[in-house]
């Protein structure tokens, strides 16, 4: 394992002691379970790009994808 260095709030030290004594573990334990827990939270969220692509494929109701690109990208060439 690799070791590091972090700052707490003095409420948040506290709580993590108590947390320990009771569970008779100790405090980086804590701090580890957390983390991972936070860890694997997060993974689940963030879908990859082909998920979201495969999730999304037939929403675009709007005709010819590329004519609506080039006529919105027209509006910037405009002068006003």
Known sequence: M??????LDPES????????????????????EAVEVYRTREE???PSLRE??????GTWK?????AYVRRIRSEWDRKP
Request: hydrophobic share 40%; proline share 5%; net charge positive.
């Open 52 to 57: 979201l692509l495969d999730a999304t494929r």
């Open 13 to 32: 030290k506290q709580w993590l002691d108590r947390t320990a004594k009771r569970r008779r573990v100790p405090m980086s334990r804590l701090v580890r």
């Open 2 to 7: 690799i070791r590091t260095i972090i700052s």
């Open 44 to 46: 689940v969220k963030a």
């Open 62 to 66: 709007g005709g010819e994808p590329l």
